[in-house]
């Protein structure tokens, strides 16, 4: 457990910080060159799941020819198992509202976009107050800089960035082909920062505190602190900001019913790690960490023994069938076979070598689908058959 | 002009014509019809000059975006995972056996409409719903009983 | 601006532009990349994966298709890793897929059969999903059937019918399993803004969606001694039939699709073209008319630009699109109609045949054409003017079934009195062409002399371009057009409805001032009509193009009005142009549609 740590709580995204404006005229007084090299140097990666370095994102964007650019939030939180960005948007908006400004400063944008999942349409009311807030003070320090709400409709994949471009072109939320990628032809086909609510308030931390807090924390390839939706059997469901790099067995130790026996880590498109390996796995990007690490959006679902890892799955890909924008064969199909095939696995009407004959086709899904939603279903898939292949048969 | 050309021309007015219109425009119509009904979706592709098929194909993606008749009040039980480990079939009984309807249908008096959902991010606090836009977490079936109580006192609706 | 890139595909190096498609690039080393959802004449999806290929130190594939080259890049199109996806692909889709081969349309014209069959699918592993979906037919339109258990989601039919022709009358809807192809409020296709222009079945990879057949009706008709049954061929079809039987792209088959035509049993083999040529004799006149109506009387109601009426997708579209101006087209009906609404009359009566013992049946490259039979404007000989329509491919099929060797039959010449055409008639197969035939007789009729062009051929209307604009001064003319001294005619052309709305909307917004306007429903008029062979693609598009102007070039009469059988006919029968009996027979009128 060498690069591992014990788990360590840390306050910075809900600290109670009043000071936003101050810290906006600051930042923008700095060239946006030195903040692109700040971020850079904190080694912030994307909160959101796919772990883009977000200093590379703000620099691509501002390189990108002059003329009308866009920054984005993806508030379209829609993980299984993930809350977090909604707790930030009703806790801390300005945060969120003085990153994505210095983010339009950087990047040469004068027009933000939160997108916001039609499931928290609730926030919209005061999000719009500090919107209409955040904003006169803008028009006070001269920053030229607008943010909309843009509301989503219920479609989980419109979380996958192009997909939620198309959806704000008005059309179906079915993800482009990449490249271009958003920061060369982005939301109507103009370069476009798109970040998730999560890591917008880090760079805030990282402007207000400099980028040495940040990368100070972590570990090698994973910086920084990560909020965590902790739900499932656990006596402490909630959101915690946590250090990046423990290993999962002092995160089972801490948040645990006694009884864990696999935590669903990154949601239902993420691992599911059994008790025999928690020591091993290590929360954070990956990299060279020692063990296993894993991808995170900061969703940790724990399940205890009386669970059925069959339901478990059962539950997934009923959703991937579900929220699959359809467009592409792997994904599509794919879904729909890994439901039907484990259930004419556990129902005997399948041998159950099936499995493996499932097994290669998430490995399919993985090199083949259009977009990470289909790539990832064998995440899960494969964790949870490979590791409580029994319960899949009997 | 009908009240729904007339609602469609006020959301037009005010989130604009192009395509990039086209959510908000529906979304608008959801919130005082409830779905979108066949005559309100040619409506809003005339006004926004945009093909129907193209707002029929963009409406049935998303789930929110209802295309067929439903009540005053849609409720949304979320289906994904922590809900289900804890107790969300429960609550579904209780809401099905108070309402008199399945999964899916509307009561007689088109006052609700039950619906299931993929999930609604309050996993901490599950099982959780949603009446139109109103989020009930940590639900239990007596808790349930209690809130549609709520909504049917509401409406003048007697609970025999 | 063509910077080249250096890469290798399974070892050997390409250069090629930059910017140019992994697919492209394998392509140029003769490699083929199998591909379901990608069209040439259609923006990339990439949503069928079936391209896929291995890209070096890439641990997931990429789509050929999607996917631009990149400087060094190192790539394999035949690696295990692609073979073993492209084959889950494969399986994928036909699970999904009522693959019941041998019972479909498309059965040996199916690009998932062909690629089922080149990766040998022999079993089913997988879960059969084609009984637990509720997947239905739709076959209520008299051109095109739509069946979606054959559907692999491709959206090819989607993708043509916004962006080829701009009708939008498909969508996709739902999505993730649910996910469809299908139109607004899934009506059925009779009920929304098709024009049957039948685009998509040319474009549709698989059986999902195709032409409405008549094959059967046709052999029962010829089977029946007590009927008299008269086949035309439209202009294109003989640029096309040849390549559904096996020969190149381009073959010129009029004489043996006549001798076919005959040897099917067939009482009676005449030629679209014939009216093809009528209907120039009828629309020049009228464009005249219109012309002197607006030029010399002053006539405000006199509506130009005045569109052609040959296409009935197009005449489908405008009626939909662009009800208010009905008035802009042309009165005059189609060629297909015309002899429909002759046959049954003056063909009935020089043959001494009632006309309800007459069996009409004409072979088209086009689908809106079965629609158009069906209209009920179409009944002016007193009974359904034109009964039964099929499509080149139909008619292929007709050979195929009587075992004809169609290579081997000898060339054999049209019947008369309905058989003789024009090179002028002939090119209506081609965008450009009913514009360039009007304009070799408007021409000569209003000056005496033959259009100031090499050899007749009008070069500026002819091409691929969509939109196409030609000017001819008027100077000198006859005595009896001496108004038109000096007049600039101009004229515009636009093939593919996605042009022709460019076009409306320029007529509608009043910027346009031609005063004559070619509209064809398809891309590259009627050889790429929707009822041509699968597939047809701008390189083949090309071929059966310069195979009707070689057709035209070979024919000893190159202009309408010069059409022996065409001046009998007036002498005999319809006196002249616009007169009271084509008025009657030759003339009809439009309906407005909804938009919606």
């Known amino acids: ?394 | 002009m009908d009240p729904i050309q007339t609602l469609i021309k006020d959301l037009a007015n005010k989130h604009g014509r192009t395509k990039e219109s086209l959510l908000p425009i529906m979304q608008g119509v959801v919130e005082r019809e409830s779905y979108l009904s066949e005559r309100s979706m040619v409506e809003i592709a005339r006004e926004m000059d945009i093909p129907a098929a193209d707002v029929y194909g963009t409406a049935t993606f998303y789930s929110f975006l209802e295309t067929k008749p439903t009540g005053k009040y849609i409720i949304r039980v979320c289906k994904t995972i922590t809900c289900a480990m804890k107790g969300k079939t429960q609550v579904l009984f209780a809401i099905q056996e108070m309402l008199k309807i399945k999964m899916g249908e509307t009561t007689p008096d088109k006052r609700f409409t039950l619906l299931e959902t993929n999930c609604l991010g309050w996993c901490h606090k599950a099982p959780a719903m949603l009446i139109n836009d109103n989020v009930y977490t940590e639900l239990t079936p007596e808790k349930v009983r209690e809130i549609l109580s709520g909504y049917m006192k509401q409406n003048g609706i007697n609970q025999n | 601006m063509s910077k080249k890139i250096n890469l290798t595909i399974n070892g050997f190096p390409v250069e090629i532009e930059t910017g140019k498609t992994i697919l492209e690039a394998a392509e140029k080393q003769g490699i083929k990349i199998p591909t379901l959802c990608y069209h040439k004449d259609l923006c990339v999806a990439g949503n069928c994966r079936v391209c896929v290929v291995e890209v070096a130190g890439q641990k997931r594939l990429s789509a050929a298709c999607a996917t631009p080259c990149e400087e060094g890049m190192e790539i394999l199109t035949n690696s295990l890793k692609v073979r073993n996806s492209r084959k889950h692909i494969i399986e994928l889709l036909l699970t999904e897929h009522n693959a019941d081969c041998t019972k479909c349309y498309r059965n040996g014209n199916c690009e998932l059969q062909t690629l089922a069959s080149e990766y040998k699918i022999m079993t089913q592993d997988f879960i059969e999903l084609v009984p637990l979906k509720k997947y239905s037919i739709d076959a209520y339109s008299p051109s095109i059937m739509k069946d979606d258990s054959k559907c692999i989601r491709c959206q090819r039919c989607v993708r043509t019918c916004a962006e080829l022709q701009g009708v939008n009358a498909l969508t996709v809807a739902h999505k993730g399993d649910e996910m469809k192809i299908t139109t607004f409020f899934e009506k059925h296709m009779r009920d929304v803004v098709c024009t049957n222009c039948g685009q998509c079945v040319n474009h549709c990879p698989t059986g999902a969606l195709v032409e409405k057949n008549y094959i059967e009706e046709v052999w029962e008709a010829i089977a029946d001694p007590k009927k008299h049954v008269v086949v035309q061929t439209a202009p294109a079809v003989r640029v096309g039939l040849g390549e559904e039987l096996g020969l190149q792209a381009g073959s010129r088959v009029t004489g043996q699709m006549v001798a076919a035509l005959k040897r099917l049993g067939f009482d009676s083999v005449l030629d679209t073209d014939f009216t093809a040529d009528l209907t120039i004799m009828e629309e020049g006149t009228e464009l005249l008319t219109r012309l002197k109506k607006a030029l010399v009387d002053k006539d405000d109601s006199v509506e130009l630009p005045m569109a052609t009426s040959c296409s009935p997708g197009w005449i489908k579209y405008i009626e939909h699109m662009y009800p208010e101006h009905l008035g802009n087209l042309s009165t005059c009906k189609s060629p297909q109609q015309m002899f429909g609404a002759l046959v049954k009359t003056y063909y009935a009566k020089a043959r001494n045949l009632e006309p309800d013992s007459i069996v009409s049946v004409s072979i088209m490259p086009c689908t809106a054409k079965k629609f158009e039979a069906f209209r009920p404007e179409m009944y002016d000989s007193g009974y359904r003017d034109v009964d039964y329509v099929l499509t080149t491919r139909e008619l292929a099929i007709l050979i195929k079934q009587a075992g004809l060797d169609f290579d081997k039959l000898q060339p054999v010449k049209f019947d008369r009195l309905m058989g003789e055409s024009s090179g002028a008639a002939v090119i209506f197969g081609a965008t450009g062409g009913v514009m360039e035939a009007a304009l070799r007789t408007a021409y000569e009729i209003v000056t005496g002399r033959e259009v100031p062009f090499e050899n007749l051929n009008i070069t500026p209307v002819r091409g691929m371009e969509g939109i196409r604009e030609a000017t001819i001064k008027i100077e000198d003319p006859v005595e009896d057009w001496a108004f038109l001294d000096g007049v600039e005619l101009k004229c515009a052309v636009a093939h593919g409805l996605i042009n022709a709305k460019t076009v409306m909307d320029e007529v509608k917004s009043g910027k346009a001032d031609y005063h004559f306007i070619e509209f064809m429903a398809c891309p590259g008029g009627c050889l790429g009509g929707g009822g041509q062979p699968i597939p047809t693609n701008p390189e083949i598009r090309q071929k059966r193009a310069e195979a009707i102007y070689a057709e035209d070039g070979a024919l000893s009469i190159r202009k309408s009005h010069e059409n022996p059988e065409v001046l009998k006919l007036y002498k005999d029968f319809l006196k002249k142009p616009l007169g009271e009996v084509s008025h009657h027979l030759l003339h009809t009128k439009y309906t407005k549609r909804e938009r919606y």
């Open chain 1, 1 to 394: 457990m060498a690069n591992s740590h014990q788990l360590k709580r840390v306050d910075f995204i809900f600290r109670n910080e009043n000071d936003w404006e101050r810290v906006l005229s600051n930042t923008i007084k700095k060239k946006p060159q030195e903040l692109i090299n700040e971020l850079i140097s904190s080694e912030l990666k994307g909160r959101g799941g796919a772990g883009f370095p977000t200093g590379l994102k703000w620099k691509l964007t501002s390189e990108a020819p002059d003329g009308q650019k866009y920054v984005i939030c993806n508030a379209d939180e829609g993980e299984p198992g993930t809350f977090k960005d909604r707790e930030i948007l009703s806790k801390v908006p300005y945060k969120v509202l003085t990153a994505m400004a210095v983010c339009g400063y950087v990047a040469g944008a004068n027009q933000g976009y939160i997108y916001l999942r039609g499931e928290y349409k609730f926030l919209k009311p005061e999000l719009e107050k500090a919107i209409d807030e955040f904003e006169y003070y803008c028009k006070e320090i001269n920053l030229d800089f607008k943010i909309t709400i843009f509301m989503g409709s219920g479609a989980y994949i419109c979380g996958e960035e192009t997909a939620l471009m198309e959806s704000m072109e008005g059309k179906r939320g079915e993800p482009r082909n990449k490249p271009p990628f958003p920061s060369q032809a982005g939301y109507l086909g103009k370069p476009t920062v798109i970040n998730n609510v999560e890591t917008l308030v880090h760079t805030f931390t990282i402007f207000k505190y400099g980028s040495k807090k940040f990368y100070d924390l972590g570990v090698q390839y994973s910086r920084g602190t990560k909020l965590f939706s902790v739900s499932g059997d656990t006596p402490k469901p909630g959101i915690y900001e946590l250090e990046l790099g423990m290993s999962l067995q002092d995160f089972v130790y801490e948040f645990g019913d006694g009884d864990t026996k696999a935590v669903q880590v990154g949601g239902a498109s993420g691992f599911l790690v059994p008790r025999k390996k928690f020591k091993d796995a290590a929360i954070g990007f990956k990299g060279k960490l020692t063990g296993i690490s894993l991808p995170t959006g900061g969703s940790m679902m724990l399940f205890n023994s009386s669970r059925s890892m069959f339901n478990v799955l059962d539950n997934y890909l009923e959703f991937f069938r579900e929220e699959s924008c359809g467009q592409c064969t792997p994904c599509r199909v794919g879904c729909q076979q890994l439901l039907l095939g484990i259930k004419a696995v556990k129902r005997g009407d399948k041998p159950a070598s099936y499995l493996e004959k499932l097994l290669r086709l998430t490995e399919t899904m993985q090199y083949t689908a259009k977009c990470g939603l289909g790539q990832s279903v064998a995440n899960s898939f494969s964790s949870i058959v490979e590791n409580f292949r029994e319960e899949m048969i009997y």
